[in-house]
């Protein structure tokens, strides 16, 4: 039943092969070329009918991932992860969104790999879209930056340097389940890195792992959105979300 479902799903968007052929983080994945996005430009304006996440000023609409306030710092119109304060998540819950992140890797470069400027956004708590500070910095393909994390790389390098703000425009079904929790139809995601179209419509395996590609478990329509402590000083302004169309 799942299966059957998922196989009917995942007919458009990135061929499904790349799943069955590529076993996790597998590092002989091929990485997509890299192509210059431009330079950064200014924030990008909420449209009418987007909810403001985060405006630069405070952290009133997230709390820590664990209950109580969140612990990330807030200056100069932006916010920076605060390192082992622990992931945010949003008071407000969502399902099928349209989505507009701006970020930026450590101007500072420090450490390698998973381990530069690695943070995430995190649909429904779960489905990840990775965010690494990309430039000149290989990693396994489905960990890029922009990649569906484990799951899907993004289809161009589209990063720009650490310290320079980049744009996430994702637009995100949540999956279906039926009233016994089957899989109806799987999440699906749309992703353009610094304008660039990088996920085009794929259909996830699950929630998003370390090392795993686990099974979908039913939950609710709506779930808070959330931002990753990875341990690094990863910045991020101008959060909105409205509904998908
Ligand atoms: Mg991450």
Not at 183 to 200: C, E, K, W, Y
């Amino acid at each position: 039943m799942i299966l059957s479902a998922f196989v009917v799903a995942v007919s458009g968007g990135n061929p499904p092969e790349d799943l069955r052929t590529w076993a996790i983080h597998d590092p002989a994945r091929p990485r997509p070329p890299a192509v210059d996005p431009g330079p950064a430009g200014p924030s990008v304006p909420a449209p009418a009918g987007a909810a403001v996440l985060f405006d630069g000023r405070d952290l009133s609409r997230w709390t820590a991932i664990g209950g109580g306030p969140a612990g990330w710092k807030v200056e100069n119109g932006f916010m920076e992860v605060v390192k082992g304060t622990g992931s945010i998540r949003t008071r407000e819950e969502f399902g099928d969104c349209r989505l507009h992140v701006e970020w930026a890797a450590p101007a500072e470069v420090r450490g390698s790999g998973q381990g530069r400027g690695n943070s995430g956004v995190f649909l429904m708590d779960r489905y990840e879209i990775q965010i690494l500070d990309g430039w000149e910095n290989p990693t396994y393909a489905d960990g890029m930056a922009a990649a569906v994390y484990g799951q899907y790389p993004p289809l161009v390098d589209a990063c720009r340097r650490p310290g320079e703000w980049q744009t996430y425009d994702i637009v995100f079904r949540a999956p279906r389940f039926d009233a016994s929790g089957g899989l109806l139809s799987p999440a699906r995601m749309t992703v353009f890195h610094n304008g660039i179209l990088v996920q085009d419509d794929v259909p996830l395996t699950g929630p998003t792992a370390h090392k795993a590609r686990p099974p979908y478990a039913v939950h609710p329509e709506k779930q808070p959105l959330s931002l990753q402590d990875h341990g690094h000083p990863v910045r991020f302004r101008n959060i909105w979300i409205r509904p998908p169309s």
